[in-house]
């Protein structure tokens, strides 16, 4: 199995549910997250399949593109036996099966606790709904950037930064949109999404935030 493999995996089964249902409303429909029919008829399958879809070729291919882009190291991380103990020491046993078992949740979670938002606030709206992997590439985006913050990462593809840096940049901006609103983006789900991939791997590892917090304060203060 290729260091890639799952990543790869889950890229193709989200273009093909998403490709197909581009072209069929009724498919789109039945995947797509309404926390009212979550809350009001228990189609509790929606929190996991509306990351399986999005609403056009550009959310899709973006939101594949920065998983492609983060997910591969992170794959390797968690499903290498070898690396694994290094970053999560208490979690060198169970081989490959393990890893991936890791890798699997840290995204799906990422998914699932990116819905909480939509569900306090919309859950009683009729007309609400969401679709897209956001919340499960921010947690997996987040992930590398705690655990990596000195590597140089490219802010929106273009601007060069250490990790840390693109971590207060993330939050700041996710932030500012939110409170500004006017826009169809669900930016508290990329909030939530990326504090799941936080979470995550601080449960995995307590030293790896600290790493980050020395990390940032070496840089001012030498």
């Known amino acids: 199995m290729s260091n890639s493999f799952i990543t790869l995996l889950i890229i193709a089964i989200t273009v093909i549910t998403s ?48 998983f492609y882009s983060f997910g591969v190291f992170m794959e390797k991380v968690f499903v290498s036996p070898v690396t694994r103990e290094v970053f999560f020491p208490a979690w060198g046993f169970g081989g490959v099966q393990l890893g991936i078992v890791l890798y699997l949740a840290l995204y ?9 938002p939509a569900y306090k606030k919309h859950g009683d709206n ?28 490219a802010f929106f593809f273009l601007i060069p930064m250490p990790s840390w840096v693109g971590v207060l940049i993330f939050f700041g901006l996710e932030h500012y949109l939110q409170r500004r609103g006017g ?40």
Do not use: C
Not at 45 to 65: C, E, G, I, K, P
Not at 108 to 116: E, N, R, W
Not at 126 to 153: E, T
């Open 108 to 116: 799906l979670i990422g998914g699932i606790v990116a819905a909480i």
């Open 183 to 222: 826009t169809n983006i669900a930016h508290d789900a990329h909030i939530f999404g990326a504090l799941a991939g936080i979470s995550f791997v601080t449960l995995l590892n307590p030293n790896i935030p600290v790493k980050f917090i020395k990390v940032v304060l070496s840089t001012f203060i030498g």
């Open 19 to 66: 490709y197909q249902a581009f072209n069929s409303a009724g498919l789109f429909n039945k995947l797509k997250y309404s926390p009212y029919r979550v809350k009001q008829f228990k189609e509790y399958y929606r929190v996991f399949s509306h990351v399986l879809v999005h609403a056009d070729w550009t959310h899709l291919l973006f939101n594949m593109y920065t």
């Open 126 to 153: 009729v007309f609400y709904a969401s679709v897209g992997a956001s919340g499960a590439v921010s947690a997996i985006l987040m992930a590398f950037m705690l655990m990596f913050p000195d590597m140089q990462v």
